[in-house]
């Protein structure tokens, strides 16, 4: 059985907590599989650098119940051991009034039991009401233990055993207020794990704390993955040609859900690294342009620097190269991205607009309904997304997506742009359960280089 770790709320150590698991577990097995609950695009890069192994998301709004036990099944099909870190508390989802999209739904969704983290500072005896609520409050969750974060002393320690013997929930870890562990983060989370100097010796740490602070006589079968059902792999559409397509990756892009990668290369195509950090020019014969999010923000000056990068984008896109960039990747099509200090960076100039980072942060699902075609969408296509920005982009005159927020469903503003062959959007999306959308993509490139070929 896998084992699924939730927290009493954000903030009460969910990732410190995952990432000693998988440290300790990694130190004794080679197959040991991360998945992530909701949208978050950092917390599985983490992940991935302890595994090895790319972390799989688990959000039924961008995919659905279906693709969710779909994709534990088949990325835990070779695994010896299998985690999945939760999301903000135990039954906090996409509304308030029911737990859709939460750590719980996932729980219940696989059938898994959950290791709730309780924060145990300035409180003793209250942690008892804390914990009985939590496994009473939906009896299909199953708590299997606790374990209890941020313990000032043995003697703190003590009374918060005591008080929690009547509830007969294991305590299945115990971690002290000087073991916290400080990840560094900015202003959209955790930093990512490329920008990190000292994460070897951070995570030594975190190991050291999987191997000393927890009861691994009992952790060890609850985290062994019981046998999946059998898994059908879906039947893609075969294309005429095998299109090449340049994926922006380095410490400016680094926003990819590891599905969406697969399933581009399954459909056919040849994916193709590059940096618009540091390279001065895309990749020998590509068809396609793939810009994910990240923190072009944070690298503006260095990106602006790099005017070949710049210049060989803006050539291969006003050509007609399809292209499809999200959030940082919208940015750097922009004219110029405005930072935190007012300071202007050029970009590449395909949109004819400004990216100007400022403080309130943009954050939740969206319903995006297509109101033109693009590469990527036809007109009429409803999708679901999600938001996640702190930079603002004046509203395009012919915008790409109408929105609406997924608990009131009330109208947004706007967004995205399509331009050239280019689909560019604070949107991020999940092809998992919509592979209609990168196959549309892909046969835009072959369509594109087939009619470069003509004009030769």
């Given at each position: 059985?896998?084992?699924?770790?939730?927290?009493?709320?954000?903030?009460?150590?969910?990732?410190t907590?995952?990432?000693?698991?998988?440290?300790?577990?990694?130190?004794?097995?080679?197959?040991?599989?991360?998945?992530?609950?909701?949208?978050?695009?950092?917390?599985?890069?983490?992940?991935?650098?302890?595994?090895?192994?790319?972390?799989?998301?688990?959000?039924?709004?961008?995919?659905?119940?279906?693709?969710?036990?779909?994709?534990?099944?088949?990325?835990?099909?070779?695994?010896?051991?299998?985690?999945?870190?939760?999301?903000?508390?135990?039954?906090d989802?996409?509304?308030?009034?029911?737990?859709?999209?939460?750590?719980?739904?996932?729980?219940?969704l696989?059938?898994?039991?959950?290791?709730?983290?309780?924060?145990?500072?300035?409180?003793?005896?209250?942690?008892?009401a804390?914990a009985?609520?939590?496994?009473?409050f939906?009896p299909?969750?199953?708590?299997?233990?606790?374990v209890?974060?941020r313990?000032?002393?043995?003697?703190?320690?003590?009374?918060?055993?005591?008080?929690?013997?009547?509830?007969?929930?294991?305590?299945?870890?115990?971690?002290?207020?000087?073991?916290?562990?400080?990840?560094?983060?900015?202003?959209?989370?955790?930093i990512?794990?490329?920008?990190?100097?000292?994460?070897?010796?951070?995570?030594?740490?975190?190991?050291?704390?999987?191997?000393?602070?927890?009861?691994?006589?009992?952790?060890?079968?609850?985290?062994?993955p019981?046998?999946?059902?059998?898994?059908?792999?879906?039947?893609?559409?075969?294309?005429s040609?095998?299109?090449?397509?340049?994926?922006?990756?380095?410490?400016?892009?680094?926003?990819?859900?590891?599905?969406?990668?697969?399933?581009?290369?399954?459909?056919?195509?040849?994916?193709?690294?590059?940096?618009?950090l540091?390279?001065?020019?895309?990749?020998?014969?590509?068809?396609?342009l793939?810009?994910?999010?990240?923190?072009?923000?944070?690298?503006?000056?260095?990106l602006?620097?790099?005017?070949?990068?710049?210049?060989?984008?803006?050539?291969?896109?006003r050509g007609?190269?399809?292209?499809?960039?999200?959030?940082?990747?919208?940015m750097?099509?922009?004219?110029?991205?405005?930072?935190f200090?007012?300071?202007s960076?050029?970009?590449?100039?395909?949109?004819?607009t400004?990216?100007?980072?400022?403080?309130?942060?943009?954050?939740?699902?969206?319903?995006a309904?297509?109101?033109?075609n693009?590469?990527?969408v036809?007109v009429?296509d409803?999708?679901w997304?999600?938001e996640?920005?702190?930079?603002?982009?004046?509203?395009p005159?012919?915008?790409?997506?109408?929105?609406?927020?997924y608990?009131?469903?009330?109208?947004?503003?706007?967004?995205?742009w399509?331009?050239?062959?280019?689909?560019?959007?604070?949107?991020?999306?999940?092809?998992g359960?919509?592979?209609?959308?990168?196959?549309?993509?892909?046969?835009?490139?072959i369509?594109?280089?087939?009619?470069?070929?003509?004009?030769?």
């Open positions: 059985m896998s084992l699924i770790v939730a927290g009493e709320r954000s903030g009460v150590g969910k990732t907590v995952t990432l000693a698991l998988l440290s300790a577990l990694q130190q004794q097995s080679q197959r040991v599989q991360s998945f992530k609950v909701g949208p978050d695009y950092i917390d599985p890069m983490f992940h991935h650098y302890v595994t090895g192994r790319s972390c799989r998301n688990l959000d039924p709004v961008l995919t659905s119940e279906a693709y969710v036990q779909q994709c534990f099944a088949l990325h835990t099909k070779d695994a010896e051991y299998a985690l999945i870190e939760g999301v903000m508390g135990l039954f989802g996409a509304t308030g009034t029911d737990d859709f999209a939460s750590t719980a739904h996932i729980a219940r696989l059938n898994l039991p959950v290791l709730l983290i309780l924060n145990c500072s300035s409180l003793s005896r209250s942690i008892a804390i009985h609520g939590y496994s009473t939906d299909r969750i199953q708590i299997a233990g606790v209890l974060n313990v000032g002393s043995d003697r703190h320690l003590e009374l918060l055993t005591d008080a929690l013997k009547p509830l007969n929930l294991p305590i299945l870890g115990v971690l002290r207020r000087q073991d916290d562990i400080v990840i560094p983060d900015r202003h959209l989370g955790l990512p794990t490329a920008e990190l100097t000292d994460l070897k010796a951070l995570l030594d740490r975190l190991a050291h704390l999987g191997k000393t602070c927890f009861d691994w006589s009992k952790l060890l079968p609850l985290l062994a019981s046998p999946s059902p059998p898994c059908s792999s879906p039947v893609f559409p075969s294309l040609s095998t299109p090449r397509l340049a994926i922006a990756r380095d410490s400016a892009f680094s926003f990819y859900y590891a599905d969406n990668l697969d399933l581009l290369q399954q459909l056919g195509a040849e994916l193709v690294d590059w940096s618009p540091r390279d001065a020019a895309l990749p020998e014969g590509v068809q396609g793939y810009f994910g999010g990240g923190f072009p923000e944070v690298f503006a000056s260095e602006a620097e790099n005017r070949p990068a710049r210049d060989a984008v803006q050539a291969a896109i007609g190269m399809p292209t499809y960039a999200e959030c940082g990747g919208l750097y099509l922009c004219e110029q991205i405005v930072d200090d007012g300071r960076h050029p970009m590449t100039g395909i949109l004819p400004t990216a100007t980072m400022g403080k309130r942060l943009t954050l939740g699902y969206r319903q309904t297509a109101l033109q693009s590469p990527m036809k009429g409803r999708l997304g999600h996640f920005h702190r930079s603002i982009v004046p509203e005159e012919q915008p790409l997506f109408a929105l609406q927020g608990q009131t469903r009330l109208p947004l503003a706007p967004e995205g399509q331009r050239y062959q280019v689909h560019a959007s604070y949107t991020h999306l999940h092809f359960a919509q592979p209609e959308l990168p196959s549309r993509f892909l046969q835009h490139c369509m594109r280089e087939g009619r470069s070929n003509d004009r030769l």
